[in-house]
């Protein structure tokens, strides 16, 4: 079993930035991948950002060069750097882990204001 705890939301006005951290523990080992969704009211959750075991990532085309994954190793912690938000990437984003299984945690929300 993997658990992941997010941190990191809140309120933000447009063109501000907000940094989300996802810090995972239990059985982490084989950990292929770790990402970032998203979920808007009324929308399905969507990709956001993935980062590989062996560092190579992908992001949905409506964050490239706005948003960075990165993760530390050492503290089992994965974040989203978000920059130049829009109030369309208001939404509870989620981590999530591949492993055996997929794991979630519980979201945590950003909000911009325009």
């Known amino acids: 079993q993997v658990q992941l705890v997010e941190s990191g939301g809140g309120l933000v006005q447009a063109g501000g930035s907000l940094r989300l951290s996802c810090v995972a523990s239990g059985i982490i080992i084989s950990i292929n991948s770790m990402g970032w969704y998203r979920q808007a009211p009324g929308k399905q959750r969507e990709l956001v950002a993935r980062i590989f075991s062996g560092g190579s990532t992908n992001y949905a085309d409506f964050v490239k060069g706005r948003f960075t994954i990165s993760r530390d190793n050492a503290k089992n912690t994965v974040y989203l750097q978000m920059n130049s938000l829009k109030p369309e990437d208001t939404a509870v984003y989620f981590c999530?882990?591949?492993?055996?299984?997929?794991?979630w945690g519980q979201g945590t929300q950003v909000t911009v204001s325009s």
């Open positions: 999530n882990a591949v492993q055996w299984s997929d794991y």
